[in-house]
Nanobody
Framework: QVQLVESGGGLVQAGGSLRLSCAAS????????MGWFRQAPGKEREFVAA????????YYADSVKGRFAISRDNTKNTGYLQMNSLKPEDTAIYYC????????????????????WGQGTQVTVSS
């Protein structure tokens, strides 16, 4: 089992920045791909970004490419999502998730690909 706890969400004006954190416990965090998803009201959960277990590879949804950056610190069992140039359409609950997989991170873009999920953190971007 892997337990994940997100933090860092909040209310920010358009154009602003937030940094989300995902604290992991349980199994060896460095063995797992880590991803971020988000879900807006009335919409399906959508992929945001993923990072390989070693942090050498990352992959982003087109909607956030160039604005968001995913990273991880395996020595701290923590992952991050730096969100810049935020837009109102980025408003959603953001979830951290992990899976133990040898696939390239570009192959794990569906929610069903992941095993463990955090409880989510709300991000609201005002216009």
């Amino acid at each position: 089992q892997v337990q994940l706890v997100e933090s860092g969400g909040g209310l920010v004006q358009a154009g602003g920045s937030l940094r989300l954190s995902c604290a992991a416990s349980g199994r060896t965090f460095s063995d797992y791909i880590m991803g971020w998803f988000r879900q807006a009201p009335g919409k399906e959960r959508e992929f945001v970004a993923a990072i390989s277990s070693s942090a050498r590879s990352t992959y982003y949804a087109d909607s956030v490419k160039g604005r968001f950056a995913i990273s991880r610190d395996n020595t701290k069992n923590t992952g991050y999502l730096q969100m810049n140039s935020l837009k109102p359409e980025d408003t959603a609950i953001y979830y951290c998730t992990t899976v133990r997989s040898s696939l390239p991170v570009s192959f794990v873009r569906q929610a069903r690909d992941y095993n463990y999920w955090g409880q989510g953190t709300q991000v609201t971007v005002s216009s």
